[in-house]
């Protein structure tokens, strides 16, 4: 069954430390990955996609992630988290035009 | 621009009741996309729409029908509401329908059937 897994429902990080959102994924071919971020009250927004081609993929306000087909991963990170990274992430995986399938996002608290 | 606007923010309904939650983008965009998102379970695509004139079902279509009035509207509606179908509902729209294309999403429309 093709489905999208975020492992951690929580992730708490010190404010300057690097940080690790983690998403797995399980689809047959080649999937579209993406991640996407959730303030509180707002719609989802956009932060990076991996097609093809290179494994790191930058995204917006500092973000990357690293697209591991043999473990069928696709990890969100940034080197120096900052409070206002707090919020709710979203990994997606799009395998057929009407296939598009969200984890169940992960809440980032960075404190202070 | 406005981006995707979706009215209502809230609703309260009972029942057996329908109703209809309006989005509109003006980003010119051909796909656009209804969305549900409960707690714990991401977000779940309930239709979406290639390009005007057209619309297909996602993973949970039950219960609710879809107009894509033109390029700019479309509308998802509860003809018969269930407390099943409590949730917060996002539209979006993407340039093309492409795999790899992004999609931007709107604010929200909470609903809450009693």
């Known amino acids: 069954a093709q489905s999208v897994a975020q492992p951690e429902d929580q992730v708490n990080v010190a404010e300057g430390n690097p940080l690790t959102v983690k998403c797995t994924y399980s689809?047959?071919?080649?999937?579209?990955l993406f991640w996407y971020v959730q303030y509180p009250n707002r719609g989802l927004q956009f932060l990076l996609k991996?097609?093809?081609?290179?494994?790191l993929v930058k995204g917006s306000y500092g973000f990357e992630a690293e697209f591991n087909k043999s473990q069928t991963s696709f990890h969100l990170k940034k080197p120096s988290a900052l409070v206002s990274d707090s919020a709710l992430y979203f990994c997606?995986?799009?395998?057929?035009?009407?296939?598009?399938?969200f984890g169940s996002g992960t809440k980032l608290n960075v404190k202070p | 621009n406005a981006g995707v606007t979706q009215t209502p923010k809230f609703q309260v309904l009972k029942t057996g009741q329908s109703m209809t939650l309006q989005c509109a983008q003006d980003?010119?965009?051909?796909?656009m996309y209804w969305y549900r998102q409960d707690p714990g379970m991401g977000l779940r695509l309930i239709y979406y729409?290639?390009?005007?004139?057209?619309?297909d079902k996602g993973e949970v279509p039950n219960g609710y029908n879809v107009s894509r009035l033109n390029k700019r509207e479309f509308s998802l509606r509860l003809e018969s509401a269930a407390p099943s179908q409590t949730s917060v509902y996002f539209c979006?729209?993407?340039?093309?329908?492409?795999?790899?294309?992004?999609?931007?999403f709107g604010p929200g429309t909470r609903l809450l059937v009693l």
């Open positions: 979006a729209s993407s340039d093309r329908e492409r795999m790899a294309e992004t999609q931007y």
């Open positions: 689809v047959s071919g080649n999937p579209y």
């Open positions: 991996y097609i093809t081609g290179d494994n």
């Open positions: 997606a995986v799009r395998y057929n035009f009407n296939k598009f399938y």
């Open positions: 980003m010119n965009h051909n796909s």
């Open positions: 729409s290639a390009s005007e004139g057209t619309t």
